[in-house]
């Protein structure tokens, strides 16, 4: 079946560090590529998403690209604030249905 | 446009109680899934509905069960709750049955604890 494999956290950076976060998957086919953002207390938000082999996603300086040779989704951001601090899914979808298989989350803290 | 609603945000319940959480979606999205979320389990796919049928179902007992009314709203129910179905249930709605590259939108879910 499909998984999704996070890197260990929580991960902790003191403000303006640049950040990665490594996501590899298993599928089947030809998935499509997401992560999310949960900040405390709230529901999913979308942070980028990649649906075909080289794309690259991003939004607020974050970046993420789809290497299918590697099967990886590696979120990147060059200078990570306070603001940033929150939980990142990755995730992916099936071919057959919008169903999402996420990772475990990775806790970011980012210290001023 | 607002965005997906979830009632209640909490709830408290005893074990052996049953209980409905409603979910209203992006308005003119005709796609909702259910999700759970716990510390030990993580984010675990539930069920989805599109167009009043169920297309999709995760692996949970069948105590947990769901339905999609005429205007894309749904509900889902839990009954003879145990203990371990304390959980953030998120509900997320997407615009079009067009597959797996699209966005779903997720609400900001309602806390369940179980006594």
């Known amino acids: 079946g499909n998984s999704v494999t996070q890197m260990e956290g929580p991960v902790t950076l003191s403000e303006e560090a640049f950040l990665t976060i490594n996501c590899t998957y298993t599928a089947t086919g030809y998935p499509s590529l997401f992560w999310y953002v949960q900040y405390p207390g709230e529901g999913l938000q979308l942070l980028l998403k990649?649906?075909?082999?080289?794309d690259k996603g991003s939004n607020k300086g974050f970046e993420a690209t789809y290497r299918k040779e590697t099967t990886s989704f590696h979120l990147e951001k060059g200078s990570v604030q306070v603001s940033d601090s929150a939980v990142y899914f990755c995730a992916l979808a099936q071919t057959s249905g919008s169903r999402l298989t996420f990772g475990e989350g990775t806790q970011l803290t980012v210290n001023p | 446009k607002a965005g997906v609603t979830q009632t209640p945000r909490y709830l408290i319940k005893t074990r052996g109680q049953q209980v409905t959480l409603s979910c209203s979606p992006i308005s003119g999205h005709r796609s909702v899934s259910w999700y759970q979320q716990t510390p030990g389990q993580g984010l675990q796919f539930l069920f989805e509905?599109?167009?009043?049928?169920?297309?999709n179902k995760g692996n949970f007992p069948g105590r947990f069960s769901g339905r999609q009314f005429s205007n894309s709203r749904s509900e889902m129910n839990v009954s003879t709750l145990e203990l371990g179905d304390s959980a953030l249930y998120l509900c997320?709605?997407?615009?079009?049955?067009?597959?797996?590259?699209?966005?779903?939108?997720f609400g900001p879910g309602t806390r369940l604890l179980v006594l």
């Open positions: 997320a709605s997407s615009p079009l049955n067009s597959g797996p590259q699209e966005t779903q939108y």
């Open positions: 990649a649906t075909k082999a080289d």
């Open positions: 509905y599109f167009s009043e049928t169920q297309r």
